[in-house]
Structures are given as structure tokens and as C-alpha cells.
């Protein structure tokens, strides 16, 4: 049965006048960006965490790019990007990951 538009390989009908397809979003511009996750502590000599990731904004949208991973927030009119990227990473990998986190060595005793 030829109904005057081409078939795919199972037989359902293929659009033969596709609507205009969207134009190719552009790639965004990725500045770099450092996250403090936490302070540096003299006491304990800890010197700190910190995370290096790069944020672009893409509309009304905050792009988080860090360690492979991206991670999209929406974001309003007046807001800041920079500071909503480092909130976005901030509680992404703030958390306890274990890999990140302080290695704590118990006291060795006098023998």
C-alpha cells in the first residue's frame, strides 16, 4: 500500500515535510570558577578544601560544570551568576563525598 510518503524499516510512516528544525543552541561560555568548601583551620593545620569548576549562563539558566558533571539551575532577572554557580556546586559537593573530607589520625601514645 503506497500512500505517497516513505516507510520506516517496521512500516510506520516517516513526515515527509518535517517541521523547521530548531537552530543548534550555541555553546555557552564557560568561565572559571573556585569554590571554597571549607576554611583553612591554623589550629588543626588544615588547610582547606576548595573545587575548581567553570559556570556559563544559557538563557535564564546557570550551567555548573565540575569534575565531568554538569549541573543546571534556573535563575532569575537581577540574580548573580557567579554566586549562584558556587551555591549550586557548594551543595552538590559540600556534602559528606569521603574523598574530599579531613583524614583524622588518632594521637599515637608514648611508649
Known amino acids: 500500500m503506497d500512500r ?5 524499516a517496521r512500516g510506520t510512516p516517516i513526515d515527509s515535510n518535517p517541521s523547521s528544525p530548531l537552530p543548534p543552541e550555541p555553546e555557552p561560555h564557560w568561565e572559571k570558577l573556585i569554590v571554597h568548601l571549607s576554611p583553612p583551620n591554623e589550629k588543626t593545620g588544615n588547610p582547606g578544601s576548595v ?3 567553570e559556570y556559563a ?5 546557570v ?3 565540575c569534575e565531568g558533571r ?7 532577572p537581577g540574580d ?8 549550586l556546586i557548594r551543595s552538590k559537593w559540600g556534602r ?3 574523598f574530599h573530607e579531613e583524614i583524622y589520625y588518632t594521637p599515637r601514645s608514648i611508649v
Open 4 to 8: 505517497g510518503y516513505p516507510l520506516l
Open 51 to 53: 573545587l575548581y569548576a
Open 57 to 61: 549562563q544559557v538563557g535564564s539558566e
Open 63 to 65: 550551567r555548573a560544570r
Open 70 to 76: 554538569i549541573y543546571v539551575e534556573t535563575i532569575k
Open 80 to 87: 548573580d551568576v557567579r554566586f549562584t554557580a558556587s551555591r
Open 96 to 98: 559528606s563525598t569521603g
